[in-house]
């Protein structure tokens, strides 16, 4: 998902090029890396952008519940949304990036709903990690050897 493009939002051609990569590693037992920079669902395109985010989390309970096979979920500055509230939350293992914004909504609509004052940096990756949402923090120029360490923990074959 490119951020450049209309905030990386997730439209109906973007969620079923997701749900075919899922389906595809499915069908040859391969795991998911998915890397995530989006701003949520495409709202211009109404329900058909909402709709991608219960079909690629089908996509990926078939890949992981059915078929046993790890999904990674890396999540980037920014991510929030509808991403952050379906697939970027449903890896096997979740990983993101030091101080990056994960949210489902911005932190002036979470006070307008809420009525108080929220902390400063309660949606960058290092206070959420501390709450329990991540499993780790790796920075971009580490993260292949994690996850070739990942992969070789799970018994997965190097090519």
């Known amino acids: 998902m490119d951020f450049k493009f209309m905030g990386g939002s997730m439209g109906s051609v973007v969620g079923e090029k997701i749900t075919r990569l899922i389906e595809r590693a499915t069908a040859e037992s391969l795991p998911v890396i998915m890397v ?33 096979l ?21 890896g096997d293992i979740i990983i993101a990036e030091p101080k990056a914004y994960i949210a489902f909504a911005g932190k002036r609509v979470i006070e307008q709903t809420l009525g108080q ?8 990756t290092e206070h959420l990690f501390g709450h329990g949402l991540f499993d780790l923090i790796v920075s971009r120029n580490l993260l292949k050897g994690v996850l070739s360490e990942l992969f070789r923990l799970y018994g997965l074959p190097r090519k």
Do not use: W
Request: charged letters at 15%.
């Open 117 to 124: 004052k929220v902390i400063e940096d309660f949606q960058v």
């Open 70 to 90: 790890l999904y990674i979920s890396i999540l980037t500055s920014p991510t929030t949304g509808g991403v952050t509230a379906s697939f970027g939350m449903l």
């Open 36 to 68: 995530c920079a989006s701003g949520g669902a495409r709202m211009q395109e109404g329900s058909f952008s909402l709709m991608q985010m219960a079909k690629i989390a089908s996509a990926l309970y078939i890949h992981q519940k059915d078929k046993k």
